[in-house]
């Protein structure tokens, strides 16, 4: 069956140090990945977008890899801060539907503590 | 503000009556989606619009759903005859182009079934 998944336990950090979440996926072969964070009681907003013939992609002090071979993105956060904290959730297209159906991982809770 | 926007924010209502929820997209964008929330869990897709057009429904989308979006701007999605596990938030996205380009939610709408 085809699955995304990512931490469900929250991940705590101490402001500065880098977070790392992770999303893993099975039984999909996405052309693109996108990352979104959700902050309570609000919608999630885009951040990144990495195609499959990239491997890493960087906006400001996101990084977010890609390896297609092991089913896996990896998004980091680095010099991190309170303000960051949110649920990030990764996402991908279902693909063959012929528009931009989009399957999201349960969203991984991110602390960042002063 | 020219973002998605979502009307009610918050709708309670008792099992069996019929709710009606509102998305207003961003005005340019020609394609509209409708997601459902659950506490834990990430957006699940549940019908989408290329610009009156309603191209996909997802199976979870019962006979008690409805969506419209009667001139390709606003649109509504309707639950008839609620049931507790209705209970949800109900996000709305829209985006302007087909593969790739980041979507954008409003608000959402949190829906208690009493």
């Known amino acids: 069956s085809q699955k995304i998944e990512q931490n469900s336990e929250a991940l705590n950090i101490q402001e500065g140090k880098t977070a790392t979440l992770t999303c893993n996926y099975t039984n999909y072969s996405p052309a693109y990945l996108q990352w979104y964070r959700q902050d309570p009681g609000r919608g999630p907003v885009f951040l990144l977008l990495i195609r499959e013939n990239e491997k890493e992609k960087r906006k400001e002090r996101l990084k977010v890899t890609f390896d297609t071979t092991l089913k896996q993105s990896l998004f980091h956060i680095t010099a991190s801060q309170p303000a960051d904290s949110a649920t990030y959730l990764c996402?991908?297209?279902?693909?063959?539907?012929?528009?931009?159906?989009?399957?999201f991982g349960t969203g991984t809770r991110l602390l960042v503590s002063p | 503000d020219t973002g998605v926007s979502q009307n009610p924010r918050h709708k309670i209502t008792k099992r069996g009556q019929n709710v009606t929820f509102r998305c207003d997209p961003i005005?340019?964008?020609?394609?509209l989606y409708w997601y459902r929330q659950t506490l834990g869990q990430g957006p699940e897709f549940l019908t989408y619009f290329q610009n009156e057009a309603q191209l996909e429904k997802s199976r979870l989308l019962s006979d008690r759903f409805s969506a419209e979006r009667p001139k390709g701007s606003f649109s509504t999605l309707e639950i008839q005859r609620t049931e507790q596990g209705d209970s949800a938030m109900y996000l709305c996205a829209s985006s302007a182009r087909l593969a790739g380009d980041e979507q954008f939610f409003g608000p959402g709408t949190r829906l208690t079934v009493l």
């Open positions: 005005s340019e964008h020609n394609r």
């Open positions: 996402a991908l297209d279902e693909g063959n539907t012929g528009f931009q159906k989009l399957v």
